[in-house]
């Protein structure tokens, strides 16, 4: 982030191309550019009607102007009022139109963006927050909805204002309008150049936002947290912290808006002063003046709003460049799966050879060192291994969440960089230590193993999870809410939740993170019983902490520090008295 605002500052003026860049989310108003061309059109037609006011005013306070009658009324008058008539109904429509093709867009592009986002591999997430991502989709888009309906529109209204306004004015006096524009350049410059500085606090101001909104998120979300460790204070003075830079961050970049404002009105109305004071002078007669004023402060204002149109325009390349950042992000290849092709079928056989890993975000850090060994099909394999001996990272391998740096993950001896992403995982589930329940009901939690799960399906499953009893002592069953909105489950209770999923999925291969959070003994009884009738006919890994859960595996692996030190069933393991001895041993003790 720091260095894409410095990159930003210190660039020299890119803005054609950043332009360009913007110019890439027309893309998104392609579908509508018939309502879009209709609004233009409305706002052309306004514009130019709004053009003709200062004239069409000129010409009713001209005293001539009464013997001009239409139809016995004042014809200027009548022009007048059919000007202002014109003008709403179009800008109504326009107004309609804008608003109809910018929310369109922006709901596609919001579901765009998202659906780039959530299919980006884990190395992506590793480097960011949650909030910051967040709010990507929230305030950029918002920002980019004011500029596509209001600011752009702005643009091309005073655009024509000036345009148009200036033609006029030389055709009534050359003279006095080569007096008036003397002072536009000056400010058409210093509106470019304020502009500019402007933006680069704009775009602190935003980042520091979103750096504070990201302390609300984080401590929300993990607000037990915050009060176990009595920390409110402390999360009070972050937040007032970062909400405080922001501030002066804004307040400072304020004063520059607010010199840059005074700047504009002392030359707009200075301007005019001394355009009417010449005007005056060289014998114009008070119709016409009151027509190059009124042109002119039309002028004027429209010069002042391209400035705030710069701004709008500079912030929201800002956020198009944050939006294509994450869009020019390369995605895991992850495609719909309804079948899986024969050939891509598991048959529940992993081999990791030589498995060299570490994190992206850590290179300095090997966290697996030439890391070999087989499962063979419907296999119950047990890691064990100390606190950060890699456990987790050969699942996370495994799931293909991460490419190790050297060696290969074989499925049925296949290369996994042969099948296809989506149904190499599709074929494997996750029984989680933390599970992660969405705020939704029951039975949402449990289809999420099978979203097409019909009720008796997810019973079935519930059932043989063992939290069908439990389940079905709430009032609502299946359609209790759980989570933010609705009861909270104990530790066991969200275990089988996730074993019913695992269940539904029905995967080839099951990968089970035991909860190190001891359950109670009538809970530790009923998980462990759902978890040996889901392992029964499948290929298990299980990431053990509790050694007693082990002994009955087919083989434990034992790893420490990113590499094997031993392997073998609980007795050859025992015998070994090597590190699982140790563990073992120091585990019955306490
Ligand atoms: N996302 C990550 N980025 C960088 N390093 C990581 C990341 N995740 C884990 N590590 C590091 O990788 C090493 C192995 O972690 P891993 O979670 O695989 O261990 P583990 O054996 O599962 O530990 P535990 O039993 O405590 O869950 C640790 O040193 C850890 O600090």
Redesign the pocket.
Known sequence: MQNDTTAATQQPPIKLASLKKTFRLFRYVKPYWAQFALGLLFLLVSSLAGLALPKLLGNLVDPKSSEQLFKGMNLAGVLLVAVLVGQSVFSFFRIILFVNVTERTLATLRQTVYSHLIKLPMKFF?ERRVGELSSRISSDISLLQETFTTTLAEFIRQMIIIIGGVVILLITSPGLTAFMLATLPAMMVAAVFFGKFIRRFSKQVQEQVAAANTVVEETLQGILNVKAFANEFFEIARYRKRTNEAARTGMKGGKYRGAFSSFIILGIFGALVAVIWRGVAMGMPTSALLSFVLYSLFIGGSVAGLAEVYTNLQKSIGATEHLLEILDEPAEDITPVTTIAPENQLDGQISFRDISFH?P??PD?T?MDSVSFDVYADQKVALV?P???????IVSLLLRLYDPVSGHILFDGKDSKSFPLSELRSQMAVVPQDVFLFGDTIAENIAYGKPDATVAEMEAAARQANAWEFIQRFPLGLDTVVGERGIQLSGGQRQRIAIARAVLKNPRILILDEATSALDSESEKLVQDALDKLMEGRTSLV?A?RLATVRQADKIIV?DKGRIVEEGTHNELIGLDGLYRTLSDMQFAS
């Not at 606190?387 to 990272?393: D, E, P």
């Open positions: 590793l994190y975000s850590r850090l966290i291994g606190s950060g001996a890699g456990k987790s990272t990431i902490h790893l």
